[in-house]
């Protein structure tokens, strides 16, 4: 059995409440979403809550673990959004972003990215400071495009969860790694449900 391997499977052994809870819930919250289903904002509220434990105390992420709290308190919001943020309060549509919307995500969250990255590696201790900012900041502002239901939401979460895996991977953080490669396996299956629905509407 190689080194890997051997510490993953010690790593399930020895998994914490918190751990399993938000692996657990981040993986139904997903899988919702990617069908277009308003719960999957409630499971997200419930994974996210032991996840910002998790990356703070266990992983020393912090930025990931602030993160966190700001899904919990975001959720809400998609709630209500998913339910009766469309015309006259109807369900809301899936929609693209325009070409200069795609310009001001990629060149406000990598000015986003530099800045927090700069502040967290020189005021704190945090592991991978840069490195957790790029995917914090994006996570951000692609949670707004999944709120306002934007297909393109897909396409920069497979970037971001591909940046995860490795990110985690580099802390020992093995059962997240393996998560967010669950993740790009559920993020490739929601562009092509969503694109049908967008093309039906």
């Keep these: 059995?190689?080194?890997?391997?051997?510490?993953?499977?010690?790593q399930l052994a020895s998994q914490s409440f918190f751990d399993w809870g938000a692996t657990i819930g981040a993986?139904?919250?997903?899988?919702?979403?990617?069908?277009?289903?308003?719960?999957?904002?409630?499971?997200?509220?419930?994974?996210?809550?032991?996840?910002?434990y998790a990356a703070w105390f266990q992983y020393q992420l912090?930025?990931?673990?602030?993160?966190?709290?700001?899904?919990?308190?975001?959720?809400?919001w998609?709630?209500?959004?998913?339910?009766?943020?469309g015309d006259e309060k109807r369900k809301l549509p899936i929609t693209r972003l325009s070409?200069?919307?795609?310009?001001?995500?990629?060149v406000g969250g990598t000015l986003g990215s530099l800045v927090t990255g700069w502040l967290f590696d020189r005021y704190t201790g945090a592991a991978a400071p840069y490195w957790d900012a790029f995917t914090?900041?994006?996570?951000?502002?692609?949670?707004?495009m999944v709120m306002y239901k934007k297909l393109d939401n897909?396409?920069?979460?497979?970037?971001?969860d591909a940046i995860y895996v490795g990110l985690y991977w580099?802390?020992?953080?093995?059962?997240f790694a393996l998560l967010f490669l669950i993740y790009l396996i559920i993020v490739v299956q929601g562009y092509f449900n969503w694109r049908k629905l967008y093309a039906k509407s």
Excluded at 78 to 85: D, E, K, R, T
Aim: aromatic share 22%; glycine share 8%.
């Design 27 to 52: 993986i139904i919250y997903l899988y919702l979403i990617s069908r277009e289903n308003p719960w999957g904002w409630f499971w997200g509220i419930v994974g996210c809550g032991f996840w910002a």
């Design 99 to 106: 070409p200069n919307e795609h310009l001001l995500v990629i």
């Design 170 to 175: 580099s802390r020992g953080g093995y059962l």
């Design 78 to 85: 998609g709630i209500w959004l998913w339910l009766h943020g």
């Design 154 to 160: 897909w396409i920069y979460w497979l970037i971001i």
């Design 1 to 10: 059995m190689s080194p890997i391997i051997e510490n993953l499977s010690e």
């Design 136 to 144: 914090t900041v994006f996570s951000i502002i692609t949670t707004f």
């Design 62 to 76: 912090y930025i990931d673990s602030l993160l966190q709290i700001f899904y919990i308190v975001i959720s809400f």
